[in-house]
């Protein structure tokens, strides 16, 4: 079993930045495909960025595409989520889900979720 814990989150002004960790703990051996999702209040969960097992490849939502960042530091079992330029359409609960797997924009798809932290951008 892994688990995953988010972290980072908080009240931001528009234009400001905050950076969201995902740390892991359990069975971390192996390398995780990790994805950003978010999930604002009466929307569907949607995927934000998602990084492969050896972090050469990364994948981005075009609502996102230049303004985020994902990362990763394999020897501390962590996952980095940079937001620069946040706006207030970018406020939600963002969540990190992690998998044995190719890399997926589909939440569905990872086998290992956290619980989510709150990111809300004011204007």
């Known amino acids: 079993q892994v688990q995953l814990v988010e972290s980072g989150g908080g009240l931001v002004q528009a234009g400001g930045s905050l950076s969201l960790s995902c740390s892991a703990s359990?069975?971390?051996?192996?390398?995780?495909?990790v994805g950003w999702f978010r999930q604002a209040p009466g929307k569907e969960r949607e995927f934000v960025a998602a990084?492969?097992?050896?972090?050469?490849?990364?994948y981005y939502a075009d609502s996102v595409k230049g303004r985020f960042t994902i990362s990763r530091d394999s020897a501390k079992n962590a996952v980095y989520l940079q937001m620069n330029s946040l706006k207030p359409e970018d406020s939600a609960v963002y969540f990190c889900?992690?998998?044995?797997?190719?890399?997926?924009?589909?939440?569905?798809?990872?086998?290992?979720r956290g619980q989510g932290t709150q990111v809300t951008v004011s204007s």
């Open positions: 889900a992690a998998g044995r797997m190719a890399v997926s924009i589909r939440y569905e798809g990872y086998e290992y």
């Open positions: 359990g069975r971390t051996t192996g390398t995780y495909a």
């Open positions: 990084i492969g097992g050896s972090g050469a490849r990364t």
